[in-house]
């Protein structure tokens, strides 16, 4: 297995839901020897999608997972915008249902879903998908702690 990127943190969604406080080098998901992975992210613009697709195709690379052709995959706009919204998202939600995929790698939690509502809906059925999710923002390193875990 690849060590890991010293570009960017991750986590992948399991871990979190436990309340687990591993580090980024813990969350490896164990998928078999090169999983399939689908790149998804909401650009603000139109036209510069790629750029944010770049740096996660680049992430994917780096521990030798592989993106299915049309799993690259970019909306434009808000990131409050419902993901029942967002052709791009859908497509990546058919890609997992077809078994296409074994997780999503995203450059925040939030351009899966910004609302919390909608994140608990989203993160329900990526759960009941059996997918990873890894978040490559630093920032993301405490997504989905509850207040009380935060504090501790």
Not at 7 to 28: I, N, Y
């Amino acid at each position: 297995m690849p060590p890991p990127s010293r570009r960017t943190g991750w986590l992948s969604l399991p871990h979190l839901l436990g309340g687990s406080r591993r580090g980024p080098a813990d969350a490896v998901p164990v998928v078999g020897p090169c999983p399939s992975v689908a790149l998804y992210a909401v650009a603000p613009l139109r036209g510069v999608e790629h750029l944010v697709l770049d740096d996660l195709s680049a992430y994917a690379d780096d521990r030798g997972w592989v993106v299915p052709a049309g799993c690259a995959v970019a909306d434009s706009g808000p990131l409050d915008q419902s993901p029942a919204m967002r052709a791009g998202w859908q497509r990546v939600r058919a890609a997992a249902t077809g078994r296409l995929v074994h997780g999503v790698v995203v450059p925040s939690f939030a351009h899966i879903a910004y609302r919390a509502a909608d994140w608990e809906r989203e993160r329900a059925w990526l759960l009941e998908q059996g997918l990873f999710v890894v978040a490559t923002g630093p920032t993301e390193l405490q997504a989905g702690l509850t207040p009380e875990e935060l504090r501790a």
